[in-house]
């Protein structure tokens, strides 16, 4: 009974603990004063300041773009990789995997730092162009980590049976490898636009002046301190993955109900 007791308190916490800042920020959008010790009323004063405001929407835009951009190269770049490095032999295998769990051990500000002396070593200008090519390289290792266990040894030999019955390499690849590594493929889609999404410190170092992505705006605001408007925009993003993820795990239960049926 005690151990049960201490069980469900200790998960209680560890929930509040997770949950109480996002609710606190969702409950102080909605205040129509702008302290945050002082409630001043029920308003949507805040949430219309943030469509209004040109800094917030262009850094959300440039926020999306470059995660949808980056993500599909990095998956697009990531499935041809795993293919490549499942058919090595062990030895091989083991150097190229090693190189590819490096970037992602690599502390975020010597990955940032050392992009951004190569884009001035190759005299490329920062901007769009840099933050979008960092983020490619810092999400390829994880896509990669993504796709590669799904690569096993039955899918080479779907493979290898579509190209014994008269398929080309290509038409194997899409209608029997791809549709096998479709979970790893998305999974590795999903993470990687959300590094993208949350990086900061790779962005920051390469993004150059006249350019900002959310994390880099709420960081040039912390010093001259952060608009409430920021709490609207962040109420937004956090209501919308709450309900990708409800849906995604509906449709997914729904699956698992057919599939037993």
Known sequence: MIKKIIKNSYLTLMVLFL???????????????????????????????????KAIMNALWNTILIALISSVIAVVIGTLASLAISKMKRRRKSFYLGIT????????????????????????????????????????????????????????????????????????????????????????????????????IITYFTKGAGINTLSTLIYSQTKRGVKPSIYALSTIIFLLVFIILVLLNFFQNKKKEKVLK
């Open 101 to 200: 769990n490096i970037p992602m051990l690599n502390a975020d500000i010597v990955t940032g730092i050392s992009l951004l002396l190569s884009f001035i070593a190759f005299g490329i200008s920062l901007g769009f162009k840099t933050i979008l090519l960092a983020h490619i390289t810092f999400n390829l290792p994880y896509v990669i980590l993504s796709i590669l266990p799904k690569l096993a040894k039955d899918e080479q030999s779907l493979q290898d049976a579509a190209l014994d019955l008269g398929a080309s390499e290509v038409e194997a690849f899409f209608k029997v490898t791809l549709p096998d590594i479709m979970p790893g493929v998305l999974s590795g889609f999903l993470l990687a636009f959300t590094m993208s999404l949350d990086d900061f």
């Open 19 to 53: 949950y109480v800042p996002m609710f606190t920020l969702i409950i102080l959008s909605f205040n129509k004063s702008r302290s945050r010790a002082t409630w001043g009323g029920f308003s949507l004063n805040w949430y219309k300041e943030m469509l209004n405001d």
